[in-house]
């Protein structure tokens, strides 16, 4: 473990008691960060009859959008795990309000795909070190630290629909320019805990005496430990695949089967994200007392029933198992992330990037292929055979269990 990564550790262990108030403040930017990143979904019913973009276009702009951010987030992370860079998280989100101010007035399809890249370039910057501070804030806690931050990105998701409904369908494109407002917000609220991360920094390595030693167990468990991550990134990519396909795509299906309105659609939409919001918060504090790996194996399976059914319910019955499928699904997010940060200690930023960056990359590469799958089968085939990924989730069983994983870091 090199030096960097022993400063970071014993930052975090210099906090035994949660930070509370820097993790509220990190959630809430997570929070802004993320709605800015939804306003690109939430626009798609708008461009598709202003601009007549097709499914595999708007897929496209998913793309864009999750790719860059996916990319990126790993290679980010990787590098302020050797080098972290707190003020990075403001200069981030000064790319973001770069492109959500473009994005308001983008008058063709590759304008929109240029200003979307730019916000996801600030939001490959903002997750690994957002996540890095939620660790370093958590204490003893890190279930329940992972969830309050995760839950705050999650919640920012969940206003898609609201932002649809109540700023797209009555102002059009050019509402995406007041999120500039939001922005803004986030580079101050992230101005105040980059200083509060970088004196955290500097007061570790001040303290610090000795480097940390490399257990010597490490090599020996290194095959445990690639295909323990192998099966949590691919659970990862089922769930991402499934949101993915619900956010940009379901509100579609909800106005071709039950006859919807625009803004009706959207708050059905609204109700699953808010759902696995909750799932979020609760999943964390619920890993902690009953462990990661059965909360994991939980989240993916008790979703089935639930996500075979809805394209077939009448609209009421969808409803109520949207929030069900929902809030199941979601309550694995946060553990995700602090299962593979304890699988390999040290790369918090790293293990962020690949855990969160490529659940959106995924998300992105589901958005095109679903995309060509609706253009080509019809929107109910694709809502159907989306409804099957949850039942990746037998993998799960396959993990290490949670004793496994701390016996490898010992």
Same mark, same amino acid.
């Given at each position: 473990?090199?030096?960097?990564?022993?400063?970071?550790?014993?930052?975090?262990?210099?906090? !035994?008691?949660?930070?509370?108030?820097?993790?509220?403040?990190?959630?809430?930017?997570?929070?802004?960060?993320?709605? %800015?990143?939804?306003?690109?979904?939430?626009?798609?019913?708008?461009?598709?009859?202003?601009?007549?973009?097709?499914?595999?276009?708007?897929?496209?702009?998913?793309?864009?959008?999750?790719?860059?951010?996916?990319?990126?987030?790993?290679?980010?992370?990787?590098?302020?795990?050797?080098?972290?860079?707190?003020?990075?998280?403001?200069?981030?989100?000064?790319?973001?309000?770069?492109?959500?101010? !473009?994005?308001?007035?983008?008058?063709?399809?590759?304008?929109?795909?240029?200003?979307?890249?730019?916000? *996801?370039?600030?939001?490959?910057?903002?997750?690994?070190?957002?996540?890095?501070?939620?660790?370093?804030?958590?204490?003893?806690?890190?279930?329940?630290?992972? !969830?309050?931050?995760?839950?705050? *990105?999650?919640?920012?998701?969940?206003?898609?629909?609201? %932002?649809?409904?109540?700023?797209?369908?009555?102002?059009?494109?050019?509402?995406?320019?007041?999120?500039?407002?939001?922005?803004?917000?986030? $580079?101050? /609220? /992230?101005?105040? %805990?980059?200083?509060? #991360?970088?004196?955290?920094?500097?007061?570790?390595?001040?303290?610090?005496?000795?480097?940390?030693?490399?257990?010597?167990?490490?090599?020996?468990?290194?095959?445990?430990?690639?295909?323990?991550?192998?099966?949590?990134?691919?659970?990862?990519?089922?769930?991402?695949?499934?949101?993915?396909?619900?956010?940009?795509?379901?509100?579609? #299906?909800?106005?071709?089967?039950?006859?919807?309105?625009?803004?009706?659609?959207?708050?059905?939409?609204?109700?699953?994200? $808010?759902?696995?919001?909750?799932?979020?918060?609760?999943?964390?504090?619920?890993?902690?007392?009953? *462990?990661?790996?059965?909360?994991?194996?939980?989240?993916?399976?008790?979703?089935?029933?639930?996500?075979?059914?809805?394209?077939?319910?009448?609209?009421?019955?969808?409803?109520?198992?949207?929030?069900?499928?929902?809030? %199941?699904?979601?309550?694995?997010?946060? $553990?995700?992330?602090?299962?593979?940060?304890?699988?390999?200690?040290?790369?918090?930023?790293?293990?962020?990037?690949?855990?969160?960056?490529?659940?959106?990359?995924?998300?992105?590469?589901?958005? $095109?292929?679903?995309?060509?799958?609706?253009?080509?089968?019809?929107?109910?085939?694709?809502?159907?055979?989306? *409804?099957?990924?949850?039942?990746?989730?037998?993998? !799960?069983?396959?993990?290490?269990?949670?004793?496994?994983?701390?016996?490898?870091?010992?």
């Amino acid at each position: 473990m090199g030096q960097q990564a022993v400063i970071q550790t014993k930052a975090a262990d210099a906090n !035994s008691s949660t930070v509370f108030k820097i993790l509220f403040i990190i959630g809430i930017s997570h929070l802004l960060n993320d709605a %800015i990143q939804a306003v690109v979904p939430a626009m798609f019913p708008i461009l598709e009859k202003s601009m007549g973009l097709s499914y595999t276009q708007l897929g496209i702009i998913a793309f864009s959008l999750n790719m860059v951010s996916s990319v990126m987030q790993p290679v980010i992370g990787l590098f302020t795990d050797k080098k972290p860079m707190p003020f990075a998280l403001p200069v981030g989100l000064t790319f973001t309000f770069a492109g959500v101010l !473009s994005l308001g007035f983008a008058a063709s399809f590759q304008w929109i795909v240029l200003s979307v890249i730019f916000i *996801g370039l600030g939001s490959a910057v903002f997750h690994p070190e957002g996540s890095r501070v939620a660790h370093m804030a958590a204490g003893t806690r890190r279930g329940l630290a992972q !969830s309050i931050y995760q839950v705050g *990105g999650n919640s920012g998701q969940a206003l898609a629909p609201l %932002i649809t409904a109540l700023i797209f369908v009555p102002l059009g494109q050019k509402g995406a320019s007041w999120f500039s407002i939001v922005a803004a917000l986030a $580079v101050v /609220l /992230l101005t105040y %805990i980059a200083i509060w #991360y970088n004196r955290q920094l500097v007061q570790a390595a001040a303290s610090l005496k000795k480097k940390a030693a490399v257990k010597g167990n490490r090599d020996r468990v290194a095959k445990g430990v690639g295909k323990a991550l192998f099966l949590i990134l691919l659970l990862i990519f089922a769930r991402s695949w499934y949101i993915s396909g619900m956010t940009n795509f379901y509100a579609f #299906y909800a106005i071709h089967k039950y006859g919807m309105s625009i803004r009706e659609s959207q708050f059905f939409l609204f109700a699953f994200l $808010v759902a696995g919001a909750f799932g979020t918060f609760f999943g964390g504090p619920l890993s902690d007392r009953f *462990g990661k790996k059965n909360i994991i194996a939980f989240s993916m399976l008790a979703t089935i029933p639930f996500s075979v059914l809805i394209p077939y319910l009448p609209s009421y019955a969808a409803f109520l198992f949207l929030l069900a499928a929902g809030f %199941i699904l979601m309550t694995s997010f946060s $553990v995700t992330v602090v299962y593979a940060q304890e699988l390999i200690p040290g790369k918090i930023g790293m293990m962020s990037g690949l855990t969160v960056g490529l659940a959106f990359g995924m998300g992105a590469i589901g958005s $095109v292929g679903l995309g060509s799958i609706a253009d080509l089968t019809g929107l109910p085939t694709m809502i159907g055979l989306l *409804g099957l990924l949850p039942i990746i989730g037998l993998t !799960s069983y396959l993990l290490p269990s949670d004793k496994q994983v701390n016996a490898w870091n010992k």
